[in-house]
């Protein structure tokens, strides 16, 4: 998949819960403000910082609904020759502690995202 098709989807908050399926269940946008619903029966509130059109880059930050003190994160598509490219996430979180119980949920939320690109799910 080119990197640009990968960031028209990834660019728009709202898709995240098509995007990230079943790791997110569902999900809305109010505002700069995107409610995720996880399958694991969490509910986080992050804000969107930033859309970078340039660099096919995507920050936001969870607000409320997680034990974090500290949260932010970013999405980026990375052209990666004709027809292909990278994900990259970046999420730091304090406590420290906290990385463990986030780290799968990157991991299958970077695999479902692969998984529905992929297969070319309708937003």
């Known amino acids: 998949m ?5 960031w028209a989807a990834l660019r728009e908050p709202g898709n995240a819960p098509k995007l990230f399926a079943p790791v997110l269940t569902g999900g ?3 505002g700069d403000i995107r409610t995720a619903h996880f399958a694991n029966g969490m509910v986080v509130e992050e804000r969107i910082v930033d859309i970078d059109d340039e ?7 969870a607000v409320k609904g997680t034990p974090m003190t500290h ?3 970013s999405m980026q598509i990375i ?6 490219c990278r994900f990259v996430w970046i999420t730091d979180v304090l406590p420290n ?5 986030i780290e799968p949920l990157v991991d299958q939320g970077s695999l479902a995202l692969k998984k529905n690109l992929e297969r070319g799910i309708s937003l």
Do not use: K, L, V
């Open 2 to 6: 080119s990197a640009d098709t990968a």
């Open 79 to 84: 052209d990666d020759g004709p027809e292909r």
């Open 28 to 30: 809305s946008m109010n």
């Open 97 to 101: 502690e906290i990385a463990a119980a």
């Open 71 to 73: 949260h932010n994160a």
């Open 55 to 61: 660099r096919r880059r995507i920050a936001y930050t």
